[in-house]
Nanobody, 115 residues
Framework: QVQIAESGGDLVQPGGSLRLSCTVS????????GAWYRQAPGKEREQVAQ?????????KYLDSVKGRFTISRDNAKKMLYLQMNDLKPEDTAVYYC???????WGQGAQVTVSS
């Protein structure tokens, strides 16, 4: 029903940067909040960042990524982005993009931070 595809995952060294992209096939995109989640091996999925839809575009981040990650969106392209800077080994996870009500998932993008 809702098709989601993440891209941009890679193996990077600590301190490096990556930009994840996500395409959403939903007919109506702009009013809805978008979010990035991640799931590390053996851990539960957690929300990394959220950006609200509509006019407000309010943003919230997981405390551990605040100041390093930036979520953004392009409504015309129906895309979500996650710019990740100063990556740390503990950021290693599969990263997922989703749109409200946050029940739709793609295959995820593997991000591995290791020297």
């Amino acid at each position: 029903q809702v098709q989601i595809a993440e891209s941009g995952g890679d193996l990077v060294q600590p301190g490096g940067s990556l930009r994840l992209s996500c395409t959403v096939s939903r007919t109506t995109f702009s009013p809805f909040a978008g979010a990035w989640y991640r799931q590390a091996p053996g851990k539960e999925r957690e929300q990394v960042a959220q950006i609200n839809g509509g006019a407000s575009r309010d943003i919230k981040y997981l405390d551990s990524v605040k100041g390093r990650f930036t979520i953004s969106r392009d409504n015309a392209k129906k895309m979500l982005y996650l710019q990740m800077n100063d990556l740390k080994p503990e950021d290693t996870a599969v990263y997922y993009c989703t749109i409200f009500p946050f029940i739709y998932w793609g295959q995820g993008a593997q991000v591995t931070v290791s020297s």
